[in-house]
């Protein structure tokens, strides 16, 4: 762990604090910004997991590209998979045009989804399907080849205590 980088990245994003803990989250923030690695950050509502993302892109080649952060708890169940992934003219009543989403938007930089667990079911697996293929599902079509993004994301639920009914 470089202690002077770690200290100056707190200094930049208003960190305060120094355990031993923070200061190893933001070394691996550090350390995964040199890769083009999908992230889940862990943690309980409240702790900052918006930050490390943040430190991700900026401390990345995809620093002079867009960076999205979406609050994915606050998207209505009903427009979520629109919003994400965009739809094309005619796939629901109302889809007057076409619709990139934001995977689309975030061509080349970085999609952050903040409480990716409160993601109803049906979208967490269409989710898993984007990060695994690399492919961007529209509302009606699958995009192929996929646009490049980083992927962090994040959740307060414990993913070790998830379920599926």
Same mark, same amino acid.
């Given at each position: ?46 702790? @900052? ?59 080349? @930089? ?56």
């Amino acid at each position: 762990m470089n202690t002077s980088d770690v200290q100056a990245q707190k200094r930049r994003y208003g960190i305060v604090g120094n355990s031993e803990g923070l200061n190893h989250a933001v070394d691996i923030a550090l350390q995964v910004a040199k890769t083009d690695l999908s992230v889940l950050i862990t943690g309980e509502s409240g702790v @900052g997991k918006e930050i490390i993302p943040r430190i991700i892109h900026d401390n990345s080649l995809r620093k002079t590209k867009k960076y999205f952060a979406v609050n994915c708890g606050s998207i209505p169940e009903g427009t979520i998979d629109s919003e994400l992934f965009g739809h094309e003219k005619g796939a629901f009543t109302g889809a007057i045009g076409e619709r990139e989403g934001y995977f689309g938007a975030a061509n080349g @930089g970085t999609l952050f989804l903040d409480e990716v667990g409160e993601l109803p079911l049906a979208t967490q697996a269409r989710l898993l399907r984007v990060l695994e293929t690399c492919a961007r599902q529209t509302c009606a079509s699958w995009r192929l080849p996929m646009s490049t993004w980083r992927r962090p994301s994040a959740t307060a639920v414990s993913v070790r205590t998830c379920s599926i009914a």
